[in-house]
């Protein structure tokens, strides 16, 4: 094995993608409110839903799922990788799958980073009111891998 390929394995480890979804979580709280009364706070929602999709694409890792198909069958569609997620063995929990439908609606058509005027009548949720939830997801997954 070349060293390439030994520093890109290390990097398709579980526990990296954790500390990632950590990074960008935490940036998506520290966000300052731009437009105070207006929401959504599209840069927060892209964040938010980015550390959601590595939450769960490290789980699907730990569960012997490869980075090609999860590039491939699941790309950016949380609930896709909710549910592959809940068939391999992290448990239901009903705020997460609220949580993640409506971030779900927004994020994986690319919404916060691309307006469309044919989306504009889609109801977009507020991110703080799901951090308890992201928090609840992230220690079961956590438990789950470790």
């Known amino acids: 094995m070349t060293q390439e390929q030994f520093d890109y394995a290390d990097l398709l480890l579980p526990h990296n993608y954790l500390g990632?979804?950590?990074?960008?979580?935490?940036?998506?709280?520290?966000?300052?409110?731009?437009?105070?009364?207006?929401?959504?706070?599209?840069?927060?929602?892209?964040l938010f839903g980015l550390a959601i999709?590595?939450?769960?694409?490290?789980?699907?890792?730990?569960?012997?799922?490869?980075?090609?198909?999860?590039?491939?069958?699941?790309?950016?569609?949380?609930?896709?990788?909710?549910?592959?997620?809940?068939e391999l063995g992290l448990p239901e929990n009903p705020r997460s799958e609220r949580m993640i439908s409506f971030i779900n609606d927004t994020y994986a058509i690319h919404m916060p980073r691309h307006p469309d005027p044919q989306t504009r009548h889609r109801p977009v949720a507020t991110v703080p009111q799901f951090f308890e939830d992201y928090d609840r997801l992230v220690q079961s997954v956590t438990e789950m891998i470790a």
Request: overall charge positive; glycine content about 6%.
């Open 20 to 46: 990632r979804a950590h990074d960008f979580y935490a940036a998506s709280r520290m966000l300052p409110n731009f437009h105070p009364g207006f929401m959504p706070m599209w840069p927060q929602l892209a």
């Open 53 to 86: 999709e590595l939450v769960l694409k490290g789980f699907l890792l730990s569960k012997g799922e490869t980075a090609e198909k999860l590039k491939k069958s699941y790309g950016h569609n949380l609930q896709k990788l909710h549910s592959q997620s809940i």
